[in-house]
């Protein structure tokens, strides 16, 4: 049934501090609305028990991307077209290119935000996974002040959050590798749904592994779909960090990740078929760390 | 919590009668200023407030692109669009797409190429490609297809719909206006 349009409210002000100053007079009675392309939907589905919402769209201080020296720092209003056009991004973060890339078609791209897709928290969104492999951090600003939490913190369990209601999420901080590093990076980001484009997905994968020769020196994995919050498994990370990539034992580091994720039956895929896709991406990704350091010492 | 219905009371109703914008627009080149209420989707506005029904509701959450329509040259779902939060704007339809009698080049390569079958899809198709036209980023067919995920068409017209948008880029890139793009 569709929503009685009247009952809804949206209020506009103009600059960021008179949106925080309202966020802060009465916490939770109004919601952001940002691109809207999660908050319409639920709307015009009849579904959207919140009545009260405050215009974050056109605040100028949310926009745009600052490429500094140690980070890439992405305002919340960032669009996924916005992702795919910035040349840092594409150059040494290529999965943040790659799950815009491969969410929602054109319209949602240009107009579905990054910031609204963290604060919307779905476990099966696409951009998390790779924030996470990245290392990002969120910032949350109220009239109480900014701060930055990371990433990995950020999710506390089916849609809930550390952010509290009078916190708007203002940025979104990308760390860039020091320069000098050692070793070379493997990118992989999978996204597995129903059909390409236009489809939420079943599971999605993103790992960022550093290599120094044939030695991972850092692993982050995260995944999608498969636990209540995006999640980065830690003690597969755990496993392949100091690891040889050419003796890699990938049967008993995937029975660890196999551990480490609780999908469920829903309405988009079963429990058992998520597991499984988890464990066959864990897969790829070791085919691909070897073909890296083949390659790599071809190169050399 | 269920979301709220019809039924609200008195004192809600003289609440919620408070509770309305006023928005401008400047809709096909002719401005048009009306009150609505702020959760009223530009889809809705269009089609009921001023029965501009060429653009098409087809999902009402942005999931098929029937609703396309140009907002300061921009293209966007109507659907997920609310009205007032494009005040000022200046919005095209397929209405005024056409000038007079001389349709519009996406117009015209529709009916040469039969781009269509049922004829629901086409006009949100036709203005999201005038849309992308404008970004100027489809050069290949890869791109084309890429670049109109989104606008679905059930009866699957798709093959007709790229021949059309390789005509007007052709052409586009044949006159001299087309040359000055790199
Ligand atoms: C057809 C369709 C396809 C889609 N496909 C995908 C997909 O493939 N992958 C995917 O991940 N998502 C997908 N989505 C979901 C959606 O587009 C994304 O989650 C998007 O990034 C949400 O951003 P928004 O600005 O539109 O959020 P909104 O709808 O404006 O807001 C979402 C939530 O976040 C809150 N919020 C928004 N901005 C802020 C802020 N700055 N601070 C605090 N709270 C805020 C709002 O109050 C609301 O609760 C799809 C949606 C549609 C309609
Ligand atoms: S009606 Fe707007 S996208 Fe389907
Ligand atoms: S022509 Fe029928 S939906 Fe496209």
């Not at chain 1, 056109?58 to 020296?69: F, Q, S």
């Not at chain 1, 290392?135 to 509290?164: I, N, Q």
């Not at chain 2, 039924?7 to 048009?32: F, K, P, Q, W, Y």
Request: glycine share 10%; proline share 4%.
């Amino acid at each position: 049934m569709r929503a009685h349009v009247a009952s809804y409210d949206l209020v506009q002000p103009g600059s960021l501090r008179e949106v925080l100053t309202l966020l802060a007079r009465e916490p939770g009675v109004y919601r952001p609305l940002a691109g809207g392309t999660d908050v319409m939907v639920v709307y015009a589905g009849g579904k959207l028990a919140h009545t009260k919402f405050v215009d974050v769209h056109g605040l100028r201080e949310l926009r745009g991307i600052v490429v500094t020296d140690d980070a890439v720092t992405l305002g919340a209003l960032t669009t996924y077209t916005d992702v795919q056009a910035e040349p840092t991004l594409g150059r040494e973060f290529p999965m943040m290119g790659q799950a815009a890339s491969e969410t929602g078609g054109w319209a949602i791209q240009n107009r579905g935000t990054l910031g609204g897709n963290i604060a919307n928290a779905s476990p099966a969104a696409d951009s998390p996974p790779a924030l996470l492999a990245y290392d990002a951090s969120v910032e949350l600003t109220s009239t109480r002040g900014a701060r930055w939490v990371s990433y990995a913190t950020y999710h506390t369990g089916y849609k809930t959050t550390v952010r509290a209601e009078d916190e708007l999420v203002t940025r979104v901080r990308i760390p860039r590798i020091a320069p000098g590093a050692q070793g070379s990076r493997v990118h992989m980001f999978r996204k597995v749904g129903p059909r390409k484009a236009q489809a939420i997905s079943k599971v999605s994968f993103a790992a960022c592994v550093d290599v120094d020769g044939t030695r991972i020196t850092s692993a982050r994995v995260a995944l999608g779909g498969v636990a209540p919050v995006v999640l980065r498994v830690v003690a597969t990370e755990g496993a392949l960090v100091g690891a040889d990539v050419t003796t890699l034992d990938v049967a008993a580091i995937g029975a660890t990740l196999s551990r480490e994720v609780t999908p469920i039956d829903d309405i988009r895929s079963t429990a058992r078929y998520r597991r499984r896709v988890a464990e066959n991406l864990f897969v790829e990704l070791t085919r691909k760390l070897k073909a890296h350091v083949g390659l790599g010492s071809q190169a050399r | 919590m269920v979301a709220p219905h019809v039924d609200v009371s008195n004192d809600e109703h003289a609440e919620l009668l408070a509770c309305r914008s006023l928005v401008t627009l400047r809709i096909n080149g002719r401005e048009t200023k009306l009150t609505i209420a702020p959760w009223t989707t530009l889809l809705d506005l269009l089609r009921e407030h001023l029965d501009l029904t060429g653009t098409k509701k087809g999902c009402d959450n942005g999931q098929c692109g029937a609703c396309t329509v140009l907002v300061d040259g921009t293209r966007i779902n109507a659907c997920l669009t609310l009205a007032v939060t494009k005040d000022g704007s200046e919005v095209t339809t397929i209405e005024g797409l056409s000038a007079g009698d001389q349709l519009h080049p996406v117009q015209k390569a529709f009916i040469e190429r039969d781009a269509f079958q049922c004829g629901y899809c086409t006009p949100g198709q036709i203005c999201s490609i005038v849309g992308l036209l404008r970004e100027g980023r489809a050069k290949t067919t890869r791109d084309v297809r890429e670049l109109m995920s989104g606008n679905i068409c059930r009866c699957g017209a798709y093959a007709n719909i790229v021949a059309a948008i390789e005509d007007v880029l052709t052409e586009a890139s044949h006159t001299p206006d087309g040359e000055r793009e790199p």
